[in-house]
Protein backbone atom coordinates (compact mmCIF):
# COMPACT_ATOMS: atom_id res chain seq x y z
CA UNK A 1 0.00 0.00 0.00
CA UNK A 2 1.59 3.41 -0.50
CA UNK A 3 0.15 5.08 2.12
CA UNK A 4 1.81 4.21 5.73
CA UNK A 5 1.43 6.19 8.89
CA UNK A 6 4.96 5.93 10.27
CA UNK A 7 3.38 6.49 13.95
CA UNK A 8 6.27 4.77 15.38
CA UNK A 9 8.42 8.48 14.39
CA UNK A 10 5.59 10.70 15.28
CA UNK A 11 5.75 9.46 19.40
CA UNK A 12 9.84 10.00 18.58
CA UNK A 13 8.96 13.15 17.25
CA UNK A 14 6.93 14.10 19.95
CA UNK A 15 8.39 14.30 22.28
CA UNK A 16 11.26 17.39 20.67
CA UNK A 17 7.70 19.25 21.06
CA UNK A 18 7.59 20.02 24.80
CA UNK A 19 6.07 23.37 25.77
CA UNK A 20 8.35 25.23 27.73
CA UNK A 21 6.12 28.66 27.76
CA UNK A 22 6.10 29.78 31.51
CA UNK A 23 6.02 33.14 33.36
CA UNK A 24 4.97 36.29 31.00
CA UNK A 25 4.80 33.56 27.99
CA UNK A 26 2.51 31.56 29.48
CA UNK A 27 0.02 34.07 30.42
CA UNK A 28 0.42 35.50 26.84
CA UNK A 29 -0.94 31.50 25.85
CA UNK A 30 -3.42 31.78 28.11
CA UNK A 31 -4.99 35.12 27.34
CA UNK A 32 -4.89 33.66 23.60
CA UNK A 33 -6.41 30.62 24.22
CA UNK A 34 -9.12 32.86 26.63
CA UNK A 35 -9.68 35.39 24.00
CA UNK A 36 -10.33 32.89 21.11
CA UNK A 37 -12.38 32.87 19.48
CA UNK A 38 -13.89 36.54 20.36
CA UNK A 39 -17.57 36.67 20.82
CA UNK A 40 -19.92 37.08 18.01
CA UNK A 41 -16.58 35.99 15.45
CA UNK A 42 -17.22 32.99 12.91
CA UNK A 43 -15.02 30.44 12.17
CA UNK A 44 -14.79 29.32 8.05
CA UNK A 45 -14.52 25.67 7.70
CA UNK A 46 -13.37 25.58 4.11
CA UNK A 47 -14.32 22.55 1.93
CA UNK A 48 -11.89 22.31 -1.14
CA UNK A 49 -14.93 20.19 -2.77
CA UNK A 50 -18.35 20.93 -3.92
CA UNK A 51 -21.26 20.12 -1.49
CA UNK A 52 -22.89 16.48 -1.31
CA UNK A 53 -19.39 14.82 -1.22
CA UNK A 54 -18.16 12.74 1.44
CA UNK A 55 -15.71 15.53 2.36
CA UNK A 56 -18.82 17.93 2.28
CA UNK A 57 -20.54 15.84 4.51
CA UNK A 58 -18.22 15.08 7.67
CA UNK A 59 -17.58 18.43 7.86
CA UNK A 60 -21.14 19.41 7.76
CA UNK A 61 -21.59 16.51 10.95
CA UNK A 62 -18.66 17.93 13.03
CA UNK A 63 -20.08 21.81 12.28
CA UNK A 64 -22.22 21.64 15.24
CA UNK A 65 -20.06 20.19 17.95
CA UNK A 66 -17.52 22.32 16.56
CA UNK A 67 -19.90 25.18 17.53
CA UNK A 68 -20.86 23.95 20.89
CA UNK A 69 -17.74 23.29 22.33
CA UNK A 70 -15.71 26.98 20.68
CA UNK A 71 -19.09 29.22 21.71
CA UNK A 72 -19.13 30.50 18.35
CA UNK A 73 -20.65 29.89 14.91
CA UNK A 74 -18.69 27.93 12.40
CA UNK A 75 -19.70 27.93 8.64
CA UNK A 76 -18.84 25.47 6.15
CA UNK A 77 -17.61 27.18 3.21
CA UNK A 78 -17.05 25.23 -0.55
CA UNK A 79 -14.45 26.08 -2.72
CA UNK A 80 -14.41 23.93 -5.23
CA UNK A 81 -11.74 23.32 -7.69
CA UNK A 82 -8.58 22.16 -9.51
CA UNK A 83 -8.93 19.07 -7.70
CA UNK A 84 -8.92 20.47 -4.41
CA UNK A 85 -5.98 23.37 -5.13
CA UNK A 86 -8.32 26.11 -4.90
CA UNK A 87 -9.27 25.38 -1.58
CA UNK A 88 -6.27 24.74 -0.15
CA UNK A 89 -4.64 28.01 -1.99
CA UNK A 90 -7.69 29.86 0.43
CA UNK A 91 -6.49 27.93 3.86
CA UNK A 92 -2.80 28.34 2.91
CA UNK A 93 -3.25 31.68 2.26
CA UNK A 94 -5.55 32.99 5.40
CA UNK A 95 -4.27 34.60 8.46
CA UNK A 96 -3.06 31.57 10.89
CA UNK A 97 -5.46 32.89 13.55
CA UNK A 98 -7.80 30.16 14.17
CA UNK A 99 -10.44 31.65 12.12
CA UNK A 100 -10.13 29.84 9.23
CA UNK A 101 -9.48 25.73 9.04
CA UNK A 102 -10.27 23.52 6.53
CA UNK A 103 -10.94 19.86 5.52
CA UNK A 104 -7.25 18.10 4.10
CA UNK A 105 -7.38 15.36 1.95
CA UNK A 106 -4.93 12.93 0.99
CA UNK A 107 -3.81 12.12 -1.83
CA UNK A 108 -4.48 15.69 -3.09
CA UNK A 109 -3.70 17.58 -0.68
CA UNK A 110 -0.08 16.15 -0.24
CA UNK A 111 0.83 15.66 -4.19
CA UNK A 112 -0.54 18.99 -5.46
CA UNK A 113 2.91 20.49 -4.09
CA UNK A 114 4.83 17.76 -5.00
CA UNK A 115 4.22 18.36 -9.10
CA UNK A 116 5.48 21.78 -10.43
CA UNK A 117 3.01 21.83 -13.50
CA UNK A 118 0.07 22.32 -10.67
CA UNK A 119 1.65 25.49 -9.62
CA UNK A 120 0.62 25.10 -5.89
CA UNK A 121 1.34 28.31 -3.96
CA UNK A 122 1.86 25.52 -0.98
CA UNK A 123 3.92 23.46 0.33
CA UNK A 124 3.10 20.22 3.50
CA UNK A 125 4.67 22.77 5.73
CA UNK A 126 1.92 25.43 5.05
CA UNK A 127 -0.28 23.11 6.56
CA UNK A 128 -0.81 22.83 10.34
CA UNK A 129 -3.09 19.66 11.19
CA UNK A 130 -5.29 19.80 13.83
CA UNK A 131 -6.50 16.07 13.34
CA UNK A 132 -7.37 13.20 11.17
CA UNK A 133 -10.83 11.85 10.92
CA UNK A 134 -11.31 9.16 8.34
CA UNK A 135 -9.90 6.73 5.77
CA UNK A 136 -11.89 6.46 3.39
CA UNK A 137 -11.12 2.45 1.41
CA UNK A 138 -11.74 3.24 -2.95
CA UNK A 139 -13.55 0.88 -4.72
CA UNK A 140 -14.74 0.44 -8.26
CA UNK A 141 -18.37 0.45 -9.63
CA UNK A 142 -19.76 -0.26 -12.79
CA UNK A 143 -23.36 0.50 -13.84
CA UNK A 144 -25.98 -2.17 -12.94
CA UNK A 145 -26.55 -3.57 -16.42
CA UNK A 146 -22.96 -3.70 -16.83
CA UNK A 147 -21.71 -7.28 -18.82
CA UNK A 148 -19.03 -7.13 -16.21
CA UNK A 149 -20.32 -9.30 -13.53
CA UNK A 150 -16.86 -9.70 -11.62
CA UNK A 151 -13.96 -7.97 -11.33
CA UNK A 152 -11.50 -10.11 -13.34
CA UNK A 153 -14.06 -9.61 -15.60
CA UNK A 154 -13.66 -5.89 -16.19
CA UNK A 155 -9.79 -5.95 -15.08
CA UNK A 156 -9.11 -8.47 -17.85
CA UNK A 157 -11.57 -6.61 -20.68
CA UNK A 158 -9.62 -3.01 -19.36
CA UNK A 159 -6.17 -5.16 -19.96
CA UNK A 160 -7.15 -6.41 -23.31
CA UNK A 161 -8.30 -3.41 -24.81
CA UNK A 162 -6.63 -0.35 -23.32
CA UNK A 163 -8.23 3.15 -22.30
CA UNK A 164 -11.02 1.41 -24.03
CA UNK A 165 -13.21 2.42 -20.94
CA UNK A 166 -13.81 5.91 -19.23
CA UNK A 167 -13.41 5.78 -15.31
CA UNK A 168 -14.28 8.90 -13.03
CA UNK A 169 -11.49 10.63 -10.86
CA UNK A 170 -12.42 13.64 -8.72
CA UNK A 171 -9.14 15.69 -10.41
CA UNK A 172 -5.71 15.06 -11.28
CA UNK A 173 -3.69 13.73 -8.66
CA UNK A 174 -6.40 12.52 -6.75
CA UNK A 175 -7.19 9.45 -4.78
CA UNK A 176 -9.04 7.74 -7.39
CA UNK A 177 -6.43 8.74 -10.14
CA UNK A 178 -4.13 7.31 -7.84
CA UNK A 179 -5.78 3.67 -7.37
CA UNK A 180 -6.44 3.74 -10.92
CA UNK A 181 -2.72 4.14 -11.56
CA UNK A 182 -2.24 1.30 -8.83
CA UNK A 183 -4.67 -1.11 -10.80
CA UNK A 184 -2.35 -0.45 -13.86
CA UNK A 185 0.75 -1.39 -12.25
CA UNK A 186 -0.72 -4.51 -10.58
CA UNK A 187 -2.62 -5.85 -13.66
CA UNK A 188 -1.96 -4.39 -16.51
CA UNK A 189 -5.33 -2.95 -16.70
CA UNK A 190 -5.57 0.76 -18.14
CA UNK A 191 -9.03 3.01 -18.12
CA UNK A 192 -9.04 6.46 -19.33
CA UNK A 193 -8.94 8.96 -17.01
CA UNK A 194 -12.06 11.59 -17.04
CA UNK A 195 -11.25 14.46 -14.23
CA UNK A 196 -14.11 16.07 -12.45
CA UNK A 197 -12.22 18.43 -10.28
CA UNK A 198 -14.91 19.86 -8.25
CA UNK A 199 -15.28 16.27 -6.53
CA UNK A 200 -16.96 13.50 -5.59
CA UNK A 201 -20.91 14.75 -6.56
CA UNK A 202 -19.95 16.10 -9.73
CA UNK A 203 -18.22 12.32 -10.70
CA UNK A 204 -21.22 10.36 -9.31
CA UNK A 205 -23.40 12.63 -11.43
CA UNK A 206 -21.56 11.61 -14.58
CA UNK A 207 -21.89 8.44 -14.00
CA UNK A 208 -25.06 8.24 -12.94
CA UNK A 209 -25.79 10.16 -16.28
CA UNK A 210 -23.57 7.01 -18.49
CA UNK A 211 -21.14 9.65 -19.31
CA UNK A 212 -18.30 7.60 -17.73
CA UNK A 213 -18.02 3.33 -18.24
CA UNK A 214 -16.80 3.12 -14.80
CA UNK A 215 -16.92 4.70 -11.32
CA UNK A 216 -13.87 4.98 -9.08
CA UNK A 217 -14.80 6.28 -5.92
CA UNK A 218 -14.25 5.55 -2.09
CA UNK A 219 -16.69 3.33 -0.14
CA UNK A 220 -18.65 6.23 1.03
CA UNK A 221 -19.67 7.68 -2.29
CA UNK A 222 -21.58 4.32 -3.67
CA UNK A 223 -23.02 2.77 -0.09
CA UNK A 224 -26.17 4.76 -0.82
CA UNK A 225 -25.61 4.20 -5.02
CA UNK A 226 -25.57 0.51 -3.98
CA UNK A 227 -28.56 0.03 -1.82
CA UNK A 228 -30.45 1.96 -4.77
CA UNK A 229 -29.42 -0.26 -7.42
CA UNK A 230 -27.85 2.40 -9.46
CA UNK A 231 -24.20 1.03 -9.17
CA UNK A 232 -22.83 -2.50 -8.73
CA UNK A 233 -19.50 -2.46 -7.03
CA UNK A 234 -16.63 -4.66 -8.36
CA UNK A 235 -14.30 -4.96 -5.62
CA UNK A 236 -12.98 -2.59 -2.57
CA UNK A 237 -9.32 -2.05 -2.53
CA UNK A 238 -8.45 -3.01 1.14
CA UNK A 239 -7.32 -5.63 2.87
CA UNK A 240 -10.27 -6.80 4.59
CA UNK A 241 -14.34 -6.56 3.61
CA UNK A 242 -15.93 -3.22 4.07
CA UNK A 243 -18.60 -3.25 6.68
CA UNK A 244 -20.70 -0.81 4.71
CA UNK A 245 -20.16 -3.35 1.85
CA UNK A 246 -20.00 -6.87 3.41
CA UNK A 247 -20.96 -8.25 0.09
CA UNK A 248 -18.16 -6.71 -2.14
CA UNK A 249 -15.15 -8.78 -2.65
CA UNK A 250 -11.64 -6.97 -1.69
CA UNK A 251 -9.06 -7.05 -4.37
CA UNK A 252 -6.64 -9.48 -2.77
CA UNK A 253 -9.64 -11.97 -2.31
CA UNK A 254 -9.82 -11.82 -6.28
CA UNK A 255 -6.15 -12.18 -6.61
CA UNK A 256 -4.91 -8.55 -6.93
CA UNK A 257 -2.82 -6.63 -4.48
CA UNK A 258 -4.01 -3.20 -4.48
CA UNK A 259 -4.86 -1.07 -1.80
CA UNK A 260 -5.68 2.55 -2.05
CA UNK A 261 -8.10 4.99 -0.29
CA UNK A 262 -8.53 8.62 0.38
CA UNK A 263 -7.43 10.10 3.91
CA UNK A 264 -9.06 13.19 5.38
CA UNK A 265 -8.67 15.73 8.14
CA UNK A 266 -8.81 19.09 9.39
CA UNK A 267 -5.72 21.60 9.41
CA UNK A 268 -5.19 25.45 9.80
CA UNK A 269 -2.84 27.64 8.27
CA UNK A 270 0.71 27.00 9.52
CA UNK A 271 2.24 29.29 12.82
CA UNK A 272 -1.58 29.21 14.77
CA UNK A 273 -0.42 30.40 18.26
CA UNK A 274 -0.11 27.45 20.47
CA UNK A 275 -2.94 27.98 22.72
CA UNK A 276 -4.97 28.56 19.78
CA UNK A 277 -4.16 25.30 18.25
CA UNK A 278 -4.56 23.23 21.29
CA UNK A 279 -8.73 24.55 21.41
CA UNK A 280 -9.43 24.18 18.08
CA UNK A 281 -7.74 20.31 18.17
CA UNK A 282 -9.74 19.65 21.54
CA UNK A 283 -12.56 20.74 19.72
CA UNK A 284 -12.11 18.73 16.47
CA UNK A 285 -11.24 15.57 18.44
CA UNK A 286 -14.67 16.12 20.72
CA UNK A 287 -16.16 16.31 17.62
CA UNK A 288 -14.60 13.62 15.82
CA UNK A 289 -14.87 10.91 18.33
CA UNK A 290 -19.58 12.05 19.63
CA UNK A 291 -20.62 8.62 19.26
CA UNK A 292 -23.68 10.06 17.08
CA UNK A 293 -20.85 11.76 14.50
CA UNK A 294 -19.29 8.34 14.92
CA UNK A 295 -22.43 6.20 14.12
CA UNK A 296 -23.53 8.63 11.05
CA UNK A 297 -20.20 8.35 9.78
CA UNK A 298 -20.29 4.42 9.83
CA UNK A 299 -23.89 4.80 8.15
CA UNK A 300 -22.25 6.50 5.46
CA UNK A 301 -19.83 4.17 5.09
CA UNK A 302 -17.12 5.99 6.66
CA UNK A 303 -14.58 4.76 9.12
CA UNK A 304 -13.36 6.71 12.29
CA UNK A 305 -9.88 6.47 12.29
CA UNK A 306 -8.95 9.75 14.76
CA UNK A 307 -5.39 10.69 15.11
CA UNK A 308 -4.28 13.88 17.01
CA UNK A 309 -2.74 16.76 15.10
CA UNK A 310 1.13 15.65 15.85
CA UNK A 311 0.51 12.07 14.67
CA UNK A 312 -1.76 13.33 11.56
CA UNK A 313 1.44 15.96 11.22
CA UNK A 314 4.09 12.59 10.98
CA UNK A 315 1.37 10.39 9.01
CA UNK A 316 1.54 13.29 6.16
CA UNK A 317 5.01 13.41 6.32
CA UNK A 318 5.06 9.82 5.33
CA UNK A 319 2.26 9.89 2.58
CA UNK A 320 4.48 12.61 0.94
CA UNK A 321 7.79 10.30 0.83
CA UNK A 322 5.43 7.70 -0.28
CA UNK A 323 3.55 9.64 -3.13
CA UNK A 324 7.12 10.90 -3.98
CA UNK A 325 7.80 7.49 -5.23
CA UNK A 326 4.61 6.71 -7.13
CA UNK A 327 3.77 10.10 -8.76
CA UNK A 328 5.53 9.28 -12.38
CA UNK A 329 3.12 6.64 -12.39
CA UNK A 330 -0.16 9.02 -12.32
CA UNK A 331 1.56 11.29 -14.32
CA UNK A 332 1.76 8.78 -17.09
CA UNK A 333 -1.63 7.37 -16.57
CA UNK A 334 -2.87 11.09 -17.29
Known amino acids: MITRSRIAAAFAAATLIALTGCGANAGAANTAADDFPKKGKSIDLVVAFASGGAVDTAARLIQPILEKELGTNVEVINKPGAGGQIG ?41 PLGRQVIDPAV ?22 PKSMTASTTGLQTGEHFAMAQIQEATGAEFAPVH ?36 RVLGVMTAERSPSLPDVPTFKESGYEVEAG ?8 AGLPDAVAKKLEAAIQK ?19 YLTGEDYKQFWAGQEEDFKKVLPLVQKTD
Do not use: C, W
Not at 207 to 222: M, R
Open 140 to 161: IAVQPDSPYQTLKDLLEAAKAD
Open 196 to 231: FSEGASQATTAFLGKHVDILVANVSDVTDLTKQGKA
Open 88 to 128: YTQLTSAKPDGYTIAATGSPSVVVSPLDPARGAKYTRDSFQ
Open 262 to 269: TVRGYSAP
Open 287 to 305: AIEDPSVVQKMNDLGLQTS
